[in-house]
């Protein structure tokens, strides 16, 4: 019966009834004691019985949590200590594991479960139990790693607590060097893998995957002192290697990366010096001596992410996320990623985002339905720009940054906030010279385009511009259009407005006809 149903996740309501009478008749046997194989069974059906939410009344009480604990070989304060130690000289890893599964199960489905969890500090007792046990089983690890992520996640009020009083950081930290056999090679440098090191096996890369999201969980209430910005340092060289680390495939290998690329985004900017800094591995003298090696993966995950088409906002905002923001505080990230996404302009015949570079592909995502990720192509830009109005123009065209300067009120041009270095880019002879035939609006040469107006007379082009204000005019009164104009300070407004609050200035010179 067990193996018919072990894949079972949806339930018959007509059952519901007989099914919470068979999870408490589980959890009554569960409380007394008896031989792993048969606490094996019962947990296994009390697994499959857990991904019914409806039936979870009888094991989502304080009863019910600490006895599967207790299995789990977590130690609370409530539970009976005689009962504990039996159950620790007898239970053997394979209830371990599924005791594990079902609090897994039951955590996710039961917000009553959820409470009791904190209420029992069972988030807090499992750090203790994973900091003291030896055991290297796979799944007890994996399970373990799991549980404390899905405390994490569905209850972030215990964030605080797991650092300060627990040290969760710290020990997922330790946790993720032990999966991995880390060596230091320096401070904050691990020992690269060589040429010949094999792919990452599928159980580790499970277990680090787990980590990486509880680690993602509690490093975003983590408070900023000098033992946390060392334990914040070490996990940014710990991301470093992992980011040039690969998986069995490509999938498996991508989906790590995204993984250690959310926990860096949760990093203080001032951290990720770790990931350029590598003094034994050395660098490129052009960025003084810093190693671009990891922040060349980060493009090259950004780029495949790109080329996927989909889920932008889960699986591309955040590498962008974390690149600009590295790029505004290093100098150095921002150049070498300015150099790979933004060279030099040379040939300048095609619109910004025709083609298939880099650029081209950012550059249309700067129209992105979605404005978050909208936002993201185009801030990522202007950053690398220096925030720059007129090199972000250079380089998308005004129509494409039209948004990003109507957001920042920049549509008269100027700089963004944050200062940057003073070196600065130099424009190629091709660019120089194509440079006054380029149309600033959509940033390329276009081919001469016949005059409209050229046969008419003067009567015709006024009847026809007449003809356009009117039809302005009536979709403005529909509320359909709402025509606008520009702030002296560079930000948009109604055109009435925009018009009643400009000022000309006194001697200025007027065309006439």
Same mark, same amino acid.
């Given at each position: 019966?067990?193996?018919?149903?072990?894949?079972?996740?949806?339930?018959?309501?007509?059952?519901?009834?007989?099914?919470?009478? $068979?999870?408490?008749?589980? *959890?009554?046997?569960?409380? @007394?004691?008896?031989?792993?194989?048969? =606490? &094996? /069974?019962?947990?296994?059906?009390?697994?499959?019985?857990?991904?019914?939410?409806?039936?979870?009344?009888?094991?989502?009480?304080?009863?019910?949590?600490?006895?599967?604990?207790?299995?789990?070989?977590?130690?609370?304060?409530?539970?009976?200590?005689?009962?504990?130690?039996?159950?620790?000289?007898?239970?053997?890893?394979?209830?371990?594991?599924?005791?594990?599964?079902?609090l897994c199960n039951v955590m996710f489905?039961?917000?009553?479960?959820?409470?009791?969890?904190?209420?029992?500090?069972?988030?807090?007792?499992?750090?203790?139990?994973?900091?003291?046990?030896?055991?290297?089983?796979?799944?007890?690890?994996?399970?373990? $790693?799991?549980?404390?992520? *899905?405390?994490?996640?569905? @209850?972030?009020?215990?964030?605080?607590? =797991? &650092? /300060?009083?627990?040290?969760?950081?710290?020990?997922l930290t330790d946790?993720?060097?032990?999966?991995?056999?880390?060596?230091?090679?320096?401070?904050?440098?691990?020992?690269?893998?060589?040429?010949h090191t094999p792919p990452i096996p599928p159980e580790k890369v499970e277990q680090t995957m787990e980590a990486l999201k509880a680690l993602f969980n509690v490093t975003l209430s983590n408070s900023s002192d000098e033992h946390s910005d060392h334990q914040l340092r070490l996990i940014a060289a710990l991301m470093r290697h992992i980011l040039m680390l690969r998986a069995q495939t490509e999938e498996k290998t991508e989906e790590v990366h995204s993984h250690a690329i959310n926990l860096l985004s949760n990093l203080p900017m001032s951290c990720?010096?770790?990931?350029?800094?590598?003094?034994?591995?050395?660098?490129?003298?052009?960025?003084?001596?810093k190693n671009m090696d990891a922040v060349q993966v980060l493009v090259d995950f950004m780029e495949k992410r790109i080329d996927k088409g989909s889920n932008y906002k889960e699986g591309l905002t955040p590498v962008l996320s974390l690149m600009t923001e590295s790029s505004r505080y290093h100098r150095e990230i921002r150049r070498y990623l300015k150099a790979k996404v933004l060279p030099p302009l040379k040939d300048v015949k095609e619109r910004p985002e025709v083609g298939s570079t880099v650029r081209n592909k950012l550059v249309r995502l700067m129209t992105h339905v979605d404005m978050g990720v909208k936002q993201g192509a185009a801030e990522f830009l202007f950053v690398l720009c220096k925030e720059s109005v007129d090199n972000l123009l250079k380089y998308t065209g005004y129509g494409n940054a039209a948004g990003l300067l109507a957001a920042r009120g920049l549509l008269a041009g100027g700089r963004?906030?944050?200062?940057?270095?003073?070196?600065?880019?130099?424009?190629?002879?091709?660019?120089?010279?194509?440079?006054?035939?380029?149309?600033?609006?959509?940033?390329?040469?276009?081919?001469?385009?016949?005059?409209?107006?050229?046969?008419?007379?003067?009567?015709?082009?006024?009847?026809?511009?007449?003809?356009?204000?009117?039809?302005?005019?009536?979709?403005?009164?529909?509320?359909?259009?709402?025509?606008?104009?520009?702030?002296?300070?560079?930000?948009?407004?109604?055109?009435?407005?925009?018009?009643?609050?400009?000022?000309?200035?006194?001697?200025?010179?007027?065309?006439?006809?």
């Open positions: 019966m067990l193996v018919h149903n072990c894949r079972t996740f949806t339930f018959d309501p007509k059952e519901e009834a007989a099914r919470i009478k $068979l999870c408490q008749g589980v *959890l009554t046997v569960l409380t @007394r004691s008896a031989q792993p194989r048969y =606490l &094996c /069974t019962c947990l296994e059906t009390m697994r499959i019985l857990s991904r019914d939410k409806h039936v979870l009344g009888p094991v989502a009480t304080r009863e019910g949590i600490l006895t599967l604990a207790g299995l789990a070989q977590i130690r609370l304060p409530d539970a009976d200590r005689q009962a504990a130690r039996e159950a620790e000289s007898s239970v053997d890893e394979q209830v371990v594991v599924e005791a594990l599964k079902c489905n039961s917000m009553a479960a959820q409470q009791v969890g904190v209420d029992i500090r069972l988030a807090q007792e499992l750090c203790a139990r994973m900091r003291s046990s030896g055991s290297t089983h796979h799944e007890v690890r994996l399970f373990s $790693l799991r549980l404390l992520f *899905l405390l994490s996640a569905l @209850r972030p009020d215990i964030r605080g607590g =797991l &650092c /300060t009083e627990t040290g969760a950081v710290g020990l946790v993720l060097e032990r999966i991995l056999d880390i060596g230091w090679a320096g401070p904050y440098e691990v020992t690269p893998p060589d040429g990720l010096d770790a990931l350029i800094h590598v003094p034994v591995q050395g660098g490129l003298e052009k960025y003084g001596g963004g906030e944050t200062e940057y270095s003073a070196d600065e880019d130099s424009d190629t002879e091709e660019y120089k010279s194509a440079k006054p035939f380029i149309n600033p609006i959509t940033g390329h040469i276009e081919e001469p385009m016949p005059n409209p107006v050229e046969d008419m007379t003067e009567e015709q082009k006024e009847f026809e511009a007449q003809k356009l204000a009117n039809m302005i005019g009536e979709l403005s009164r529909q509320q359909l259009i709402r025509p606008m104009g520009v702030r002296k300070d560079g930000s948009l407004a109604p055109l009435e407005e925009a018009i009643h609050t400009c000022q000309v200035a006194d001697g200025s010179e007027s065309d006439s006809d």
